[in-house]
């Protein structure tokens, strides 16, 4: 089945509520019982059929999460030397190169689902769920992560190119690229942003281009 977040027309952020109200008021729209007698009740019983399996998977993505948190604490707690942040943070960075695997691959449900088993939302998180986010066309959600990434990290080149890509004024949903280069340069990656680009966040530290046609 498609993204069970894009067929509730939610991020995959949305917090527990938001997911049931969102759930709801579809259900409500599209119940069989709004469409007694209609040519559409067929695409209507299709809808709420895709609708209860959207919310259906979405509430075992969060309890297998959820299960795993709890099992990963139990097993390396405080009396453990596995349970000191330097574990956490090794294992949450390793998540964490996973994540710009799958997105650099175009697997951004995958993304998804790596991210909502990080715990610690750093920097590079938010960067990252930024970066989902706007592959989704949720260009206010991804600015909002962007902003969080650049105040935790400020001096973070590859998030302030970011950031300045999603507030400058030529960008568009799905511009972000894989590519693999040597050299970036800022200025022209922030030209190339703003004029048309296809301008990639990922392969270890910058902004890296590719072709692009400049108006």
């Keep these: ?128 769920m930024g970066v989902v986010c706007s592959r989704r066309g949720w260009m206010d959600e991804a600015k909002r992560y962007m902003e969080t990434a650049v105040q935790m990290d400020p001096n973070n080149p590859e998030y302030q190119n970011a950031l300045s890509a999603l507030t400058g004024a030529g960008y568009r949903p799905n511009g972000f690229r894989s590519v693999h280069t040597a050299n970036f340069d800022d200025s022209a990656c922030l030209r190339c942003c703003a004029a048309w680009s296809c301008c990639t966040l990922f392969s270890g530290g910058g902004c890296y281009l590719l072709p692009c046609i400049y108006y």
């Design 1 to 128: 089945m498609n993204d069970p977040y894009q067929i509730l027309n939610i991020p995959p952020t949305a917090t527990d509520e938001e997911v049931k109200r969102a759930y709801r008021d579809l259900a409500r729209k599209y119940h069989p019982d709004n469409y007694h007698d209609n040519p559409l009740a067929d695409l209507a019983q299709e809808k709420m059929k895709e609708i209860n399996e959207a919310y259906d998977q979405i509430q075992k993505q969060r309890k297998a999460s959820s299960a795993a948190s709890q099992s990963h604490s139990y097993g390396y707690g405080s009396g453990n030397s596995y349970g000191n942040s330097a574990y956490g943070g090794a294992y949450g960075a390793g998540s964490l190169n996973q994540v710009r695997m799958a997105i650099n691959r175009g697997d951004i449900s995958l993304a998804e689902r790596l991210l909502s088993g990080v715990s610690d939302h750093n920097a590079e998180w938010n960067f990252l």
